[in-house]
């Protein structure tokens, strides 16, 4: 009788947990696209839709709160928009394209290192993984909704693809393909988010290739050194067009520490890269429950990433000092490179004040490395072992992707409803009110996620959020003018659109009658200005 071969059900394990992975994030981004939009996706979505109306990648007197938004899914988003009316469909199609890259992006840059079929697949089922659904967190930032980070953690993993192409097939067709697409998103990231992505992404592999350089490990100097002079000229002509722009991010805002906490500082941004991976529920969970249950297994699956930290030791090529004889391939540059990204990233937000999300441009990285150290490891296992982890592995990832449909997208669709949805509901009907009295312009008082929401479902009206500072009324919108629609603050007929938890209402109000309520929301209206 045949021996029955452990290896193919390995591999259909691994498989099955990387298709139902990919297979979430295509259910979240077309068929949950308008739940849980919060203040900054819907403010995102209205930025496209703007661009789009006005045929402009830089809108005239936009407000650019962080960055000029185009390292994401928006100028597809903006296309898509433009060719089918729907501003939501524009970025779930948006997504799965940068899904797409990034399964590609993946699948060369472990088949430029070597790596085996099951080492990629290892791979994917950590990067398509649901860590968390919050807003601001890893799978918000990275594949669904506005998907913020998405290409400036791509950066550095693209980067190191198209340097570690085999000579024989640096002028195949996709090799060509990942080389342009990386060209056109370093100017694109630096264009719209500064330094940031170069110094974080990028200046660790630039170092790893000075140091094999002067340890005279590169086989290939000239390749090395033509990217390095492309991306930089590429990076410091995106940096020299925004500020012709007059764009601002917030790279001027990432202040050196002053203090002598460093250890503490150092402790609290490696801390960062556990929470990013959501290593703790957000509440006490029983020993004995199903969240238990989910905890655990979310820790097995961050027991996987944590193989990445055997390669620290290769950060920068330092390993090789000294070393004679010892040959640099793919996979060892490939390596070196990625862990290189982690560890510069967590040492520089030591350095400044970190963020969760900061750090996911050094987490998929170290992510990459722990499938290729995790395949280092199983070869010393038995065939039949090494395919019965492999097939763990691949039941792991599965249950931790339903214990997060489950638990964690049940708990952000529900818990934080009140914080971050827009209430298509209520805004629906807010604007069925505001249309029966034909107001022009509404002022929301003191509460800018509604008027966030609000622009993004009725964006042919002025809202304007406003509050009060003694005698003085303060407003702002999106736009740093607010004059661009013709004075639309002086309207004759206007809204105000009030929260009683806000507090008294000033002496304004007097001036205007109310016309409805919605929920706890009260709207007044007055066919004068009453601000003049």
């Not at 969240?291 to 820790?299: P, T, Y």
Request: net charge negative; aromatic share 16%.
């Amino acid at each position: 009788m045949k021996k029955f071969n452990y290896k193919y059900t390995a591999t259909f394990s691994l498989l099955t947990a990387t298709i139902f992975e990919v297979l979430v994030l295509v259910y979240f981004n077309i068929f949950r696209v308008k739940t849980a939009v919060d203040q900054d996706y819907a403010q995102l979505l209205y930025h496209a839709m703007q661009m789009a109306d006005n045929n402009k990648l830089l809108l005239t007197n936009w407000f650019y709160s962080t960055t000029a938004e185009l390292d994401c899914p928006m100028l597809l988003a903006v296309l898509f928009y433009k060719a089918f009316g729907d501003i939501y469909f524009a970025f779930a199609l948006s997504n799965l394209i940068n899904i797409a890259l990034w399964i590609l992006t993946i699948y060369v840059l472990m088949e430029n290192a070597g790596a085996s079929l099951n080492s990629k697949l290892v791979a994917m089922c950590l990067v398509f993984a649901t860590y968390d659904f919050s807003i601001l967190a890893y799978t918000n930032m990275m594949f669904i909704r506005g998907s913020q980070y998405t290409m400036k953690v791509l950066i550095p993993i693209m980067f190191t693809t198209v340097l570690t192409f085999p000579s024989d097939k640096q002028k195949s067709g996709i090799s060509i393909f990942l080389n342009v697409m990386f060209y056109i998103l370093a100017f694109i990231t630096a264009f719209s988010s500064g330094i940031y992505v170069f110094l974080c992404g990028i200046s660790p592999i630039i170092i790893c290739i000075f140091f094999f350089y002067i340890f005279n490990k590169c086989n290939n100097k000239r390749f090395y050194l033509c990217h390095v002079a492309a991306v930089t000229g590429v990076t410091l002509l995106g940096l020299f067009l925004q500020s012709a722009a007059n764009l601002t991010d917030k790279s001027d805002g990432f202040m050196v520490r002053n203090d002598i906490a460093i250890v503490e500082a150092f402790t609290n941004s490696i801390s960062d890269v556990f929470w990013a991976l959501r290593i703790f529920p957000d509440y006490p969970v029983s020993v004995n429950s199903y969240e238990a249950i989910g905890v655990v297994l979310r820790w097995m699956v961050i027991a996987l990433v944590c193989f990445g930290f055997i390669s620290v030791k290769k950060a920068f090529a330092i390993g090789h000092f000294g070393k004679e004889n010892i040959e640099v391939n793919n996979r060892e540059f490939a390596t070196t490179a990625l862990i290189s990204v982690f560890v510069f990233t967590v040492l520089l937000l030591t350095l400044i004040p970190s963020r969760i999300r900061y750090q996911l441009i050094g987490i998929i990285p170290l992510m990459l490395v722990a499938s290729m150290n995790i395949e280092n490891w199983a070869k010393g296992l038995l065939e039949n072992y090494r395919a019965v982890f492999y097939s763990a592995c691949g039941v792991l990832l599965i249950a931790n992707s339903i214990f997060s449909l489950n638990v964690d997208a049940r708990l952000w669709l529900n818990g934080e409803k009140s914080l971050y949805q827009v209430n298509y509901g209520v805004n629906g009907e807010i604007k069925r009110i505001l249309d029966e009295n034909d107001a022009d312009v509404a002022y929301v008082y003191e509460n800018n996620q509604l008027r966030a929401g609000l622009t993004l479902t009725d964006p042919d009206r002025h809202y304007k959020t406003v509050v009060s500072s003694g005698e003085v009324w303060i407003g702002w919108d999106n736009y740093v003018d607010i004059d661009r629609r013709g004075n639309p603050d002086f309207g004759k007929r206007n809204a105000i659109i009030y929260d009683p938890e806000k507090g008294d209402r000033p002496e304004y109000f007097q001036h205007y009658s109310l016309i409805g309520n919605v929920e706890q929301y009260e709207i007044y209206f007055s066919e004068e200005n009453g601000f003049e």
